[in-house]
């Protein structure tokens, strides 16, 4: 049974950082390409990055280029995503899995809530 584990959400003043850990089971984790969602209140779910089943290449939405660093460790079967200089729109419930054609692979875990305000 696929599982997806979010963690590390909180509430940040603007310009802070956060750490989102997805902890992942149930299935053959390193050789899927991995993805970043979030969903704001009241909108759809977006994507917000990606990154190769080896970790050798990533994609960011324009939104977050070169705030966000996403990244992962295969041998923990843990997804990862560094949030720096934290804005109020970048607050939402962040989730993490697996891109399939615009879709994606698994069902969603419960997400981590990220809240950006002073």
């Known amino acids: 049974q696929v599982q997806f584990v979010e963690s590390g959400g909180g509430l940040v003043q603007p310009g802070g950082s956060l750490r989102l850990s997805c902890a992942a089971s149930g299935f053959a984790f390193s050789t899927y390409g991995m993805s970043w969602y979030r969903q704001a209140p009241g909108k759809e779910r977006e994507y917000v990055a990606g990154i190769t089943s080896t970790g050798g290449g990533t994609n960011y939405a324009d939104s977050v280029q070169s705030r966000f660093i996403i990244s992962r460790d295969n041998a923990k079967n843990t997804l990862y995503l560094q949030m720096n200089s934290l804005k109020p729109d970048d607050t939402a419930v962040y989730y993490c899995?697996?891109?399939?054609?615009?879709?994606?692979?698994?069902?969603w875990g419960q997400g981590t809530q990220v809240t950006v305000s002073s």
């Open positions: 899995n697996a891109p399939r054609g615009g879709r994606v692979q698994f069902s």
